[in-house]
């Protein structure tokens, strides 16, 4: 990796000289009336600096920033809802920590982190995930799994979590929606806030230092006020338990040798006492430079031959073109809190993502088997020889574009005397999205052992050019039937439609150039193959459905409720990668693209006992269809029966006003029929079995100790079921536990922040490492970690 140390060490000296002239009496700052949320809370709650993983409802002022424009309270929804707090996000954030591993940690039934920038498999109750970022959907049709590696932690208010479709999102929110809502409003007058970081491996291997820096500048009127946050972090290589270097991720890219710029900006105007206009934009980028390649043998024999790989990095690569992930969100929102006795909310979007991924090789050689076969080869020894040269290694570039509109109302009126909270509107949103192949050069590529990573000019499709129109409308209702009882229902219609561009599949144009390969061609001629790479026409397809979502809560006692909820999701699987790899002649259209509908179903109790907090649910969810990876790495989208159930909980205690005690258990099972059996669920869909706990101890002045720990179980169960099914591709799981102790420690001027993440130094595997890919993705997780931070606030 090149160095950027000496920029990083110049921007902490220009910090800290900074914080020479700091007022330290300016920590404390009046919060601006408009964006004031205020937490639902008992007399037994805990304070609230204390990091905690119940799953506690918190009720919006109705002029608050949500960035989702909520047409609906989130803490009116009968459903599991969670809000996470900024200060337990930040309590998370010290070192080299990813919002991933954040939120796997705080919510009960998120999948765990991968341990790269990918999220890929993280689900909720089975189901994928609608993330958005200020209300700016981060999911879409097409996703390359980057969602949680799009804002720097430190520039998160509160992220907001709910289980389940409702009818005001619909389509994408299968099985629940995260809201990651940024910082935006400051107190009045000029604020601000500076943050320093380092981190570093266990044994403090200069190779594994990284640095943080970030500043944030507020500002608060009367009319205008505002936002912004920089923050610039720098990575090192990550080491294991063992301090071996972790080779690259070779599949989905790592965040290894990475600078990070994180820009979030928010400007908000009071235009009269109803009407405000809000201006949320944010800019991330990723880039990679690292010096360090996978082990692929000599020769490439992981890859041509299928041998172990050893999982070493290995130094002396010379990538081209190093990946990255870049993303850039606007978002402007318009108020009316008075619009014909209603409030009115106008919200456009815009989205654009692009990222590079690590380059990869990539074999053909049963599609080339195939050709050869059908023309008469069929000596085994002779394929043997030419399915060699069926090897390709290419480097992925992908380009996401998205635009949207939301109109939203919510009207407050008395229906046969029960106060009553219509919320409608419609939305629409475009999305275009393409994909390429670049062809590196094989020769440099396998002489170097992989080493060497340089474009030979050739490019190949990763799937046809999509755009995919999305519009629908919704109404929902909420009635509080007593001062006890409530209920909400509502009903949407979506329609989805995508069409694609004629396209050359990525099989078609690799064998062409394999036929006409001189080392392959006389062969071929010998045999009377003159191949032609064949096309996909253009093509389109259209979907929609009535979506229905029917809920309820009872207020037993004053320290006990109960809830119900039945909701709707309607999705299609990612069009452009499930074509990518179709042949020619493939026919694009309704009848091949088929959506998929779930059916959710949710029952809970909440309530409180003294010192004690607790909540448990159980939920479970069916559909007509299941998307899932094949044997091969293919999309396929089974028209088969699916079931998902399961159950989560967690509790917290305050046994005194120093100590804290909690924990979470979520427990996920879900089976899909083939041939009349019901076939266990693999990890890549199901949240293995999962727990947490912590302690803290709060000494005085807001200094804290917490130890935390996160727990996933084991399983064979899908490996073993899914011997029947020859194109799963489901892997053993073997559980594991870590370990963090984590802290904040007030100063005279600012605060200091520390965390040790696997204290215990354990090897291990993340639950994507174990289940997704080939043997070259079997990467151990990090081992023991250390953090620590300074923030200031004047």
Not at 119 to 148: C, F, I, K
Request: proline share 2%; charged share 20%.
């Amino acid at each position: 990796m090149k160095s950027h140390h000496h920029v990083a060490l110049s921007l902490l000296t220009l910090c800290i000289s900074q914080q020479l002239y700091a007022q330290t009496n300016a920590n404390s700052v009046q919060s601006a009336s408009n964006v004031q949320t205020v937490a639902a809370a008992t007399s037994n709650a805990a304070s609230s600096d204390v990091p905690s993983v119940t799953l506690e409802t918190i009720k919006v002022a109705a002029n608050a920033k949500t960035g989702t424009a909520l047409a609906q309270k989130i803490s009116e929804m009968p459903a599991v809802t969670q809000v996470i707090r900024e200060a337990d996000i930040q309590a998370q954030a010290t070192g080299n920590r990813t919002v991933g591993d954040i939120l796997a940690q705080l919510v009960p039934s998120l999948g765990v982190s991968s341990g790269s920038v990918s999220n890929y498999g993280t689900t909720m109750h089975g189901r994928p995930v609608q993330y958005l970022l200020n209300g700016v959907p981060l999911s879409g049709s097409r996703s390359l799994s980057r969602e949680l590696n799009s804002i720097d932690p430190e520039q998160i208010e509160r992220v907001e979590v709910l289980s389940g479709a409702t009818s005001i999102y619909g389509a994408g929110a299968a099985g629940g929606l995260i809201n990651i809502v940024t910082k935006s409003t400051a107190g009045y007058g000029l604020t601000r806030q500076t943050r320093l970081g380092i981190n570093s491996s266990r044994e403090f291997e200069s190779d594994s230092l990284g640095y943080h820096v970030g500043q944030s500048l507020g500002y608060g009127g009367e009319r205008v006020y505002g936002n912004l946050d920089v923050d610039y972090e720098t990575t090192g290589g990550k080491f294991d338990s063992h301090g071996d270097r972790i080779s690259p991720d070779a599949n989905q890219t790592d965040n290894q040798d990475t600078d990070t710029i994180s820009v979030n900006a928010n400007l908000g105007f009071d235009i009269s006492d109803t009407k405000t206009m809000n201006l949320a934009a944010t800019y991330y980028d990723s880039e990679q430079d690292t010096n360090y390649g996978v082990d692929y043998g000599d020769n490439l024999s992981v890859l041509l031959k299928g041998t172990t790989p050893s999982l070493r990095a290995i130094d002396g690569a010379k990538i081209e073109n190093q990946p990255y992930n870049t993303k850039s969100s606007v978002n402007l929102n318009y108020n009316d809190s008075d619009f014909l006795g209603s409030n009115l909310s106008l919200t456009g979007y815009y989205r654009d993502e692009k990222a590079r991924f690590y380059p990869s090789g990539k074999l053909f050689n049963k599609q080339a088997q195939e050709v050869w076969v059908n023309n008469g080869l069929t000596d085994a020894d002779t394929l043997g020889k030419l399915l060699g040269a069926a090897a390709v290694v290419t480097q992925s570039e992908a380009d996401i574009e998205v635009m949207g509109l939301r109109a939203a109302m919510q009207t407050e009126t008395d229906v046969m005397g029960k106060n009553t909270l219509f919320s409608y509107g419609a939305d629409f949103e475009r999305e275009n999205s393409e994909q390429t192949y670049y062809g590196q050069d094989l020769d440099t590529f396998q002489t170097s052992n992989g080493l060497i990573s340089k474009s030979n000019g050739i490019t190949y499709n990763g799937g046809p050019k999509t755009t995919i129109d999305k519009w629908g409308a919704f109404i929902n209702a909420d009635v509080d039937m007593t001062d006890k009882w409530h209920t909400s229902a509502g009903v949407r219609y979506q329609n989805i439609k995508s069409d694609t561009d004629r396209f050359v599949p990525i099989y078609e144009q690799l064998l062409e150039d394999y036929f006409a390969d001189p080392r392959i061609n006389g062969v071929a001629n010998a045999y009377g193959i003159d191949y032609q790479a064949g096309d996909v026409e253009a093509g389109s397809s259209e979907h929609d459905k009535v979506l229905f979502n029917l809920g309820t809560s009872y207020q037993l006692t004053d320290d006990d409720q109960v809830f119900a909820n039945f909701s709707q999701g309607f999705t299609t699987a990612d069009v452009q990668r499930a074509l990518r790899d179709v042949r020619a002649g493939y026919v694009v259209n309704s009848d091949n693209i088929q959506p998929i509908s779930i059916n959710n179903y949710e029952l809970g109790w909440t309530g409180t006992r003294g010192d004690t907090s607790a909540k448990i649910s159980g939920f479970y969810n069916d559909s007509d269809k299941t998307v899932r990876f094949t044997n091969d790495y293919t999309v396929e989208v089974v028209d088969t029966d699916e079931r998902i159930y399961g159950a989560e909980a967690s509790v917290t205690h305050d046994l005194n006003k120093d100590w804290q005690f909690g924990g979470s258990l979520a427990y996920t099972r879900g089976q899909y029929k083939r041939d009349g059996d019901w076939l266990e669920l693999d990890a890549v869909r199901l949240t293995p079995f999962k727990g947490t706990a912590y302690a803290q101890y709060n000494f005085s002045e807001d200094s804290n100790i917490r130890l935390q720990a996160l727990a996933v179980g084991g399983s064979d169960k899908a490996f073993k079921d899914q011997q029947n099914d020859p194109d799963a591709s489901a892997q053993p799981l073997t559980g594991y536990a870590t370990f963090d102790v984590l802290g904040q420690v007030k100063l005279p001027v600012g605060r200091m922040g520390y965390g040790v993440y696997n204290i215990l130094n354990k090897d291990y595997q993340s639950v994507y490492h174990q289940t997704t890919f080939n043997d070259l993705n079997r990467l151990p997780a990090s081992g023991t970690t250390y953090g620590l931070s300074y923030t200031v606030d004047y």
